[in-house]
C-alpha cells in the first residue's frame, strides 16, 4: 500500500494524520467534513490549540472569507476567524469547532451560517485552479481530504513537542508521536514532489 493510500484510507475512516510540513515541523491533520468532537480533542490535546481549517479558493469566495491582509509583498492564506452561528456556545471548545469545521467543509453552507469573528481560522489553498505552485500545508490538506473521498477541506492545528512544550515538534519528534499512535505520516514535498511544482 502506498503512502498516500495509508494516509487516505486512516483520514476516510475519521482519523488523524501527520503532516510534516515545508518548515521542519509538523501539522495533526482531519478531514474537516469527517471531523468529530473527539477528532477535535485529539488535535487541540496534542496540538497548540490554533485550529485552521484548509479550503479551497472557491470556497472562501462563495463564504465571504478575505484574507485579513489585503497587502504586502506575500500573499496571505490566513482568512477572518469565524463560528458556527448556531448550535455553538463560546465557538472555542472541542464540540463547537467540530461544528464550524464541517460547517466550512460543506457546500451547502451559506455566509449567514458563519459568525465573524470566531475561533476557527479559515486557510486559503493557493491557487485555486488544482496547479500548486509553492504547496505548503493549506494545499497538502486539501489535497489529502480530496484523496480520502471528503470534501476538499482539512483542519489542522501544529504538533507541540513534548521534549520541549514552549515549542513545535520537529519532523523526528513528530514521526516518533505518529508510531507511538499509529497514526501515518506524510510530508509536503513527498505529496507535491519538486517536479510537480511550478515557480508562481
Not at 24 to 42: D, N, P, Y
Not at 72 to 100: E, F, Y
Amino acid at each position: 500500500m502506498t503512502f498516500r493510500a495509508r494516509v487516505a484510507g486512516a483520514l476516510a475512516d475519521g482519523h488523524p494524520v501527520i503532516l510534516l510540513d515545508e518548515h521542519g515541523t509538523a501539522e495533526l491533520m482531519v478531514a474537516a467534513a469527517l471531523a468529530t468532537t473527539a477528532s477535535l480533542a485529539f488535535l487541540i490535546r496534542h496540538g497548540s490549540g490554533f485550529v485552521r481549517v484548509a479550503l479551497t479558493g472557491q470556497a472562501c469566495d462563495r463564504l465571504g472569507l478575505p484574507p485579513v491582509t489585503a497587502g504586502g509583498p506575500h500573499r496571505c492564506a490566513q482568512a477572518v476567524a469565524v463560528d458556527a452561528a448556531d448550535g455553538v456556545s463560546t465557538g472555542i471548545s472541542a464540540a463547537d469547532r467540530c461544528r464550524t469545521a464541517r460547517l466550512l467543509a460543506d457546500p451547502a453552507t451559506e455566509r449567514g451560517q458563519l459568525r465573524r469573528p470566531g475561533h476557527t481560522v479559515p486557510l486559503r489553498a493557493w491557487p485555486t485552479d488544482g496547479v500548486f505552485d509553492e504547496p505548503g500545508v493549506a494545499e497538502a490538506g486539501v489535497e489529502l481530504a480530496r484523496l480520502a473521498g471528503a470534501e476538499p477541506a482539512a483542519v489542522l492545528c501544529g504538533l507541540v513537542s513534548r521534549r520541549a512544550p514552549c515549542e513545535m515538534a520537529g519532523h523526528g519528534e513528530a514521526l516518533a508521536f505518529a508510531r507511538q499512535h499509529d497514526i501515518p505520516a506524510v510530508s509536503v514535498t513527498e505529496l507535491f514532489p519538486a517536479p510537480e511544482r511550478r515557480a508562481g
